[in-house]
Each structure stands twice: as structure tokens, then as C-alpha cells.
């Protein structure tokens, strides 16, 4: 139960081995939550600090708590409030870490590539929480436990991932680690949304959402990022939820049973109606508790990996 590897930078190169031992990893972790038991010794005498500079709710809380379930010693550094603000730089501020004994830093960072350049910087384990639109590798990891929750494999499974693609770092991990252990991947976008190298990852691409649905296991919705609304990627919100968002109807043409799911933070109305969100064959609250559950066993096995 230890990663050979010392970060967890991305999906891309991770084989299904140990794709596999995380997951199985992951359902023993589940277990202890589901009993209530949130002190374990897992990660006694370890230190494990996230350096976040981007917001984020549940990522950056399901870290902490995780580290704190499994008895570490667990800070934070808000980039906004440490020396970053007066000029230290990402590697420096990763070496003042190694030498406070950390032995995991999780990252986020608005560049793609910053993980990267920490994790050969520094003695600790690193793990990527989200770089730029590259990588989100913990968010694809606890979306395909909560599909192999529901299916028991992910073999076969097609998973349809509506929205926008093109900004999204849970879509690319998503591909990576769907492709990786069998599944398919359909992508449903409006054409700005579509990154030119898509296709070459072999997977499909649809820009007519209930197509893509059609037959789907699986049915996520991406965060529109509002914030890019100014880039004219499209042409109002209203119109976008008109053609892209999911809804009953849309469900419907999915296989019976299909879940539903989203990253988060969602959009209520834009990328999916309210009440499908929060309907029976939605899992989108699930999602959350097996992000804890992912990232304990994550955090275990990134910490046991000179034990062997
Ligand atoms: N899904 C996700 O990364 O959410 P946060 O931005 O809240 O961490």
C-alpha cells in the first residue's frame, strides 16, 4: 500500500496499478469515516502543510481534515497572508518548508507547471491540487471512486463530461485517468470550449450535449468559469444553460441509473438545473466525503513509500 513514486503531479503516465491500489486504498479510508472513526494513526509524526494560491473550499478543507483524521501535523499557508507577498519565490518557499521537516506539501497555483517545478525542488512529497488549466489529479481520483462505488468497474463505462472543457483541469486528469482504466470519455462543449489537442488524446467530442448523454453511465457537469465570460467564448450565460446545461430531460436520454456528477463549486441553473443536482441519481454530495476519503489514502501512501 505504498506509491513507488515520490508526488502525485498529474494522471498522465499513472498506470492502472496503481490507479487501482489508490482506489482500493480510498474504500478502506471510507470505511473510517463511515464509522466515525476520525482519529486514526495513519499518519502519526508526519507533517503536512497546503500552500494554496487560488481559492478553494473543498480541496484545501478535505486535505486538512484528512491530515488531521490521521493524527499529522497539519498548517496552511494562504499565499495571500505568507511571504509570497513580499517577493519569496515558489522554490524558496519550498525549501523554507523542507527545512520546518514537512513531509507533504500540497499545491495549488494558477500556473500549469508549478507543482512540477516545486516537486524537483524539494525533499517533501508534493501533490498537485489544481495548476492552471493542466492538472487536477485528486479530483479525477475521487470522481472515478465514486463511479466505481456505483458500477463496481469503470471498464467500459461511458462517461459523458459537459462544459467547458477548454479552462477545466478536472476534465483533462478526468481523461487521463478514465482512459487509463477502460472508460470512455465524450466530451460535449460549445466549439470555443474544445482545446485543439483533444482530439489527439483519443477521445470523443461532441458539440451536441444530448448526443453525447445518450447511453451515458456517468454525467458530469463542468464549472462554467464565469470569470472568463468576458473573453466572448460565448455568447451570454442564459443562452450557454439554454444549449449546455443539464437537466431532466437531458438526463433522461442517459441509461437508466446513470449518476450524476460535478466538481464543484457548481453553478446552480448554469451548467445543470437545481433539482437535478440535488436529485436521487446525483452524487455530487457523495463526491465531497470520498474526496476525504481519496486524499487520506493519498496522503498514507505518498508517506509509506520509503517503508516499501
Ligand atoms: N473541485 C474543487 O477543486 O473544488 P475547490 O475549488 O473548492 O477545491
Same mark, same amino acid.
Given at each position: 500500500m505504498a506509491l513507488k513514486r515520490k508526488d502525485l503531479l498529474g494522471l498522465r503516465g499513472v498506470s492502472r496499478e496503481e490507479i487501482e491500489e489508490i482506489l482500493t486504498t480510498a474504500r478502506q479510508m471510507k470505511e473510517f469515516l463511515t464509522k466515525n472513526q476520525?482519529?486514526?494513526?495513519? %499518519?502519526?509524526g508526519k507533517s503536512i502543510v497546503t500552500l494554496f494560491y487560488e481559492n478553494s473550499t473543498r480541496t484545501r478543507m478535505s486535505f486538512e481534515l484528512a491530515s488531521k483524521y490521521m493524527s499529522a501535523a497539519a498548517a496552511n499557508i494562504s499565499a495571500s497572508a505568507s511571504s509570497v507577498q513580499k517577493g519569496e519565490t515558489l522554490i524558496d518557499t519550498g525549501c523554507t518548508l523542507d527545512q520546518m521537516g514537512t513531509d507533504v506539501i500540497i499545491i495549488r497555483h494558477p500556473m500549469g507547471g508549478a507543482p512540477h517545478l516545486l516537486a524537483k525542488n524539494v525533499r517533501a512529497s508534493v501533490i498537485n491540487a489544481g495548476d492552471g488549466m493542466n492538472e487536477h489529479p485528486t479530483q479525477a481520483l475521487l470522481d472515478m471512486f465514486t463511479m466505481q462505488e456505483r458500477y463496481g468497474s469503470l471498464e467500459g463505462l461511458k462517461v459523458a463530461i459537459v462544459g467547458d472543457v477548454a479552462h477545466s483541469r478536472v476534465a483533462r486528469s478526468n481523461i487521463w485517468g478514465l482512459t487509463t482504466m477502460g472508460a470512455t470519455p465524450v466530451l460535449a462543449a460549445p466549439e470555443t470550449f474544445i482545446p485543439m489537442d483533444m482530439a489527439e488524446l483519443g477521445v470523443q467530442i461532441n458539440h451536441d450535449v444530448d448526443s453525447a448523454v445518450k447511453d451515458a453511465d456517468v454525467v458530469m457537469g463542468l464549472r462554467m468559469q464565469l470569470e472568463r465570460q468576458q473573453a466572448g467564448l460565448f455568447p451570454s450565460v442564459r443562452e450557454y444553460s439554454e444549449f449546455f446545461g443539464l437537466d431532466d430531460r437531458r438526463l433522461a %436520454?442517459?441509461?437508466?441509473g446513470a449518476i450524476i456528477m460535478h466538481p464543484g463549486p457548481m453553478n446552480r441553473g448554469v451548467e445543470m438545473t437545481s433539482a437535478l443536482a440535488d436529485c436521487d441519481q446525483s452524487r455530487i454530495r457523495e463526491q465531497v466525503t470520498n474526496g476525504v476519503a481519496v486524499r487520506m489514502a493519498l496522503l498514507f501512501m505518498l508517506t509509506r513509500r520509503n517503508l516499501g
Open positions: 476520525k482519529k486514526t494513526p495513519h %499518519l502519526q %436520454l442517459a441509461k437508466p
